[in-house]
């Protein structure tokens, strides 16, 4: 069901009300850690979310997956 895709994908993960908000934690993050992170929008819940950059081979498989 949807919800339980929405609570496997963003169950655990910080939900940040706007963007701005996501971007100044993606830059802490990365700042203490020493990595890469961004923010984006979560389609299942609607809140942003900060996490790691997709690769490009990742991205290209989406837009596949997506395509089809």
């Given at each position: 069901s949807k919800r339980h895709?929405?609570?496997q994908q963003c169950g655990?993960?910080?939900h940040h009300p706007s963007?701005?908000?996501a971007q100044l934690e993606?830059?802490?993050?990365?700042?203490?850690r020493?990595?890469?992170?961004?923010?984006?929008?979560?389609?299942?819940?609607?809140?942003f979310h900060v996490g790691h950059p997709q690769s490009r081979l990742q991205r290209k498989r989406r837009a596949e997956f997506v395509g089809t």
């Open positions: 895709i929405r609570r655990k993960k910080v963007l701005e908000d993606a830059w802490h993050m990365g700042a203490s020493g990595e890469r992170f961004q923010a984006y929008h979560c389609p299942n819940c609607g809140s």
